[in-house]
């Protein structure tokens, strides 16, 4: 160790708590959607909760949808050729 080196611990330093909203993501949206949600939302719930799971239900929605319609029926898609 070197004389300007303070050795506290051999176990580094965990600082705060782990990242809960890793990702982050700007959009836009019509005029009006937001007095929308606020409309919508439940007591003590914010935008932001309300627009993460809504994300949520339609990802998990698609998800279904994709494990129980085969490739070559999906919008968008094109079939696998194997």
Excluded: C, N, Y
Aim: overall charge positive; charged content about 45%; glycine content about 4%.
């Amino acid at each position: 160790m070197h004389s300007t080196e303070k050795l506290i611990s051999a176990i580094p330093a965990k600082v705060g708590r782990k990242r809960r909203w890793a990702e982050d993501m700007q959009a836009r949206f019509r005029e009006g959607t937001f007095a929308r949600i606020e409309a919508a939302l439940e007591d003590k719930e914010d935008r932001t909760d309300f627009v993460r799971e809504a994300v949520e239900r339609e990802l998990k929605r698609r998800e279904r949808q994709q494990s129980t319609t085969p490739a070559r029926l999906r919008p968008g898609r094109e079939a696998k050729r194997g």
